[in-house]
């Protein structure tokens, strides 16, 4: 059964449904390609996210979105602030299209300013982007849900939004480590395998990772060996992940995305 607090059930009281549902894919892929640190991946997915917000907005003030080759998000942000402030709140003439002007511009030059003989500045853009991105999705909900009776259901949706997010994944001098809520140590050496996929990795050193992550050597070592039907080993106990491998790992990502949008 549907819930009715559901975040894209709450914002669908004011914007349109199929600009809702592609707002929410685009930001939930833009977290989890973030958490994996997929720099460039999570930017180019908030700048559809962006686009979906513009045309949900554009939509609300009584417009028709232009068809894709007509769409210029830029014009778009501009043409929202000459709405009349008579009929509609500043934050959805003004306030959200400029923040989606400064994602958008980033969005659209990532990788652009990178110079190989400077720092990267795709990490940097990435933090911006999907920060701007929580801020846009809380205030859209904010607006969308003024005047509602279920305070508390707001404000606990608004905090989830708006709080800081990290990479699941983090790399210290060549060691892996995952920071998930909940782990196992096969989690654990599965993900190892994915992380280095499509490159092999030695057993002995996802059994490391494991017991990096405070798992003891013998659980790390019957963790590598439930991986059998998972991998390919070439013979000298270097193993790739397999395709249900490959999807095993990035199921347990998802489920572990502590910042993805709860039904």
Known sequence: MDNPKAPDKLLKTRFEPKHVDAALKHFRAMVE???RSEWEESIAKGGKFIEAVLKALWVHVGNKVPPPREFKAGKIIIDLEKCP???FEDTVRLTIPRA??????????RGARHDPDEVDPNEMDANAVIATC?????????YSQKGAIDLDRVKELLSSLVQRRYPVIEEVD?????????KSARDIALLTLWHKH???ISKDEITQTVTRHRFTKHNASMAVSRLTDLVDDDGSGNLKLLAPGLR????IIA?????????
Request: with cysteine.
């Open 198 to 200: 499509p490159e092999r």
């Open 134 to 142: 929580s801020w846009i999705l809380a205030e859209m909900l904010r």
């Open 85 to 87: 402030q008579s009929s």
């Open 255 to 263: 489920s572990c995305n502590a910042y993805q949008l709860a039904y």
């Open 248 to 251: 095993q790992a990035e199921q």
């Open 33 to 35: 390609e973030f958490q």
């Open 100 to 109: 989606c002007r400064f994602t958008y511009d980033i969005a659209s030059n």
């Open 174 to 182: 060549g060691r892996v480590y995952f920071h998930l809520k909940k």
